[in-house]
């Protein structure tokens, strides 16, 4: 794997100043620009966002809808590529529109969850999660990523037989069981009520806790910001602020 790269600190820009605790850089960003063209109209998604995202961090992207929070996230799990700008992934190139560079790099470094659980209905819970486990290099037995997530009773479950917030933990445990090094999530908690919502980021939080995954959960809910690391909001294509937290808050204490 390349070496991180070497970034210079500018503190006329927050969202790129290094980590307090010195993290290596697993994202650099710059300049990232997205136009859609519908026709003869152009959608402008992003419009030059620089960013960096450190080892081990939890952010939070927070903004309205239509804000570009969910491209930005797309553009760095390789999901998409920018119009214009430039990023990279432990100093490897995402910008280029080579599609098995990008593969390789979603299916070892990433994973994804979304606000729809995407469960394959015929399959138990056991057997979702052995769909990610069987193509990776290193991954957890399904039953040790459904332990994680709290759902080790309810392995032979199909999806009908379970809750939403279960879903969502599935879903989870799906993303994580081939340990990947990065967890983006894209409102993770948007179908989910308070109570459910909370025990879905307690879950996302023990991820990178307890296996140091950097994790980057968009979001247009203002309180789950109390949880991050950093806070990065996004409006009309651009980051318009970022926000550091000196005292996070557990899940639990988060109120919306």
Same mark, same amino acid.
């Given at each position: 794997? &390349? ?5 210079? =600190?500018?503190?006329?820009? &927050? ?5 307090? +605790? ?13 136009? !859609? ?14 960013? @960096?995202?450190?080892? #081990? ?22 999901? @998409?590529? &920018? ?14 529109? @080579? @599609?098995?560079?990008?593969?390789? !790099? ?14 394959? /209905? +015929? ?15 290193? &991954? ?39 340990? /990947? ?8 908690? #948007? ?23 950097? =994790? ?9 910001? #109390? ?5 990065? +909001? ?23």
């Amino acid at each position: 794997m &390349p070496d991180s790269l070497d970034l210079v =600190t500018d503190t006329s820009h &927050p969202e790129m100043v290094p980590s307090r +605790s010195g993290a290596a850089s697993v994202y650099c960003a710059r300049g990232i620009t997205k136009i !859609y063209r519908m026709g003869e109209v152009e959608v402008h998604a992003l419009r030059g966002v620089d960013l @960096d995202l450190f080892e #081990g961090e939890f952010v939070v992207l927070l903004g309205p809808s239509g804000s570009g929070k969910s491209t930005l996230l797309n553009i760095l799990g390789g999901l @998409d590529v &920018p119009t214009a700008g430039h990023v990279s992934y432990r100093g490897k190139d995402l910008t280029s529109n @080579d @599609d098995a560079l990008l593969t390789g !790099y979603r299916r070892r470094h990433v994973g994804f969850v979304f606000q729809f659980y995407n469960l394959i /209905p +015929s399959l138990t819970a056991r057997e979702n999660v052995a769909l990610v486990t069987e193509i990776a290099e290193n &991954p957890m037995r399904p039953e040790e990523a459904l332990e994680m997530v709290n759902l080790g009773h309810r392995l032979d479950h199909f999806p009908a037989q379970l809750s939403g917030g279960e879903q969502q933990r599935v879903a989870i445990a799906r993303a994580v069981a081939k340990r /990947p090094d990065v967890l983006l999530c894209d409102e993770p908690t #948007g179908a989910l009520d308070i109570e459910t919502g909370i025990v879905v980021l307690e879950v996302i939080e023990r991820v990178n806790r307890e296996l140091g995954t950097t =994790t980057v959960v968009i979001t247009h809910n203002a309180a789950i910001a #109390g949880m991050a690391d950093r806070v990065v +909001s996004v409006a009309s294509g651009r980051i318009s602020h970022v926000k550091i937290n000196e005292h996070k808050q557990q899940p639990s204490e988060l109120q919306w």
